[in-house]
């Protein structure tokens, strides 16, 4: 029985005992009501523009696939920031020498403003977890002790923070156990408290966010779901002629 993530070229998933995993962010993603139409839109809208010349080269096909994709790249780009910053700013702060990207320097500075200022004692940085009851792994980005307390942190760096980031901490938070630097399952221990660090160039805030039973509940309900949805569009069947209805 064993834990393990893959990390791919356009992102990672899950292995758990030998059958793909479900990850927290996906069943997050698929069992909530979308809020990222518009953000959709205006990124297909703005890569049109930029790129109007370019696509008009390509085949329709080729074109169409090109602004279908256009969003997602962008949102991979972002989601992979965070963890840059972590990284570096974490070595940053233990004193070590490390290249920031110019793209990326105000986001570091930032983050270390966050560490100098909160001092948090790191007990799991980047860590991966899974749950076997519920059927999910993820990975989180800092548990740490803060004063008398633990705390469970998620870096964001995109343009805002949202009330579902609390799911995917009670995911990771309530997970039965974290693999160690060896890859060793170790058992998890629920954290006091939960937030957001929402790292900008130029500042950063920390939004605390509710961590207890209930929120780990309407997790599990929001992933039974988002597994619904895989299992809801098998349910119309092929067309029915009335000859072949029993009378």
């Not at 109007?52 to 997602?72: C, F, K, N, V, Y």
């Not at 860590?127 to 792994?137: E, F, I, K, L």
């Not at 942190?153 to 995109?158: C, E, N, S």
Request: proline content about 5%; glycine content about 8%; hydrophobic content about 40%.
């Amino acid at each position: 029985m064993s834990l393990v993530r893959h990390n791919t070229g356009s992102g990672h998933y899950y292995v758990l005992d030998g059958e793909r995993a479900d990850g927290v962010t996906t069943l997050i993603g698929e069992g909530l009501p979308p809020r990222l139409e518009k953000w959709a839109a205006e990124k297909t809208a703005n890569y049109a523009l930029d790129h109007w010349d370019e696509l008009t080269q390509m085949p329709l096909s080729e074109r169409h696939s090109a602004l279908i994709g256009a969003r997602w790249a962008d949102k991979n780009r972002a989601a992979s920031q965070g963890t840059q910053v972590h990284q570096l700013g974490r070595e940053l702060a233990a004193g070590h020498e490390v290249e920031v990207p110019d793209y990326l320097d105000g986001y570091v500075r930032s983050y270390v403003s966050f560490l100098d200022d909160w001092e948090p004692q790191p007990e799991l940085i980047e860590a991966v977890v899974g749950n076997r009851s519920v059927g999910y792994a993820g990975t989180l980005d800092l548990l740490a002790q803060v004063g008398s307390e633990r705390w469970l942190f998620d870096i964001k760096t995109g343009a805002g923070v949202y009330g579902d980031t609390a799911l995917q901490l009670a995911a990771y938070g309530f997970a039965e156990f974290y693999l160690d630097a060896e890859g060793v399952e170790c058992p998890m221990t629920p954290p006091d408290r939960a937030a957001v660090v929402h790292v900008q160039p130029g500042h950063y805030s920390v939004y605390p966010l509710p961590f207890d039973a209930e929120v780990f509940k309407i997790f599990r309900h929001v992933a039974y779901v988002a597994r619904s949805r895989a299992t809801i569009r098998f349910w119309v069947g092929s067309e029915v002629k009335r000859e072949a209805v029993k009378s």
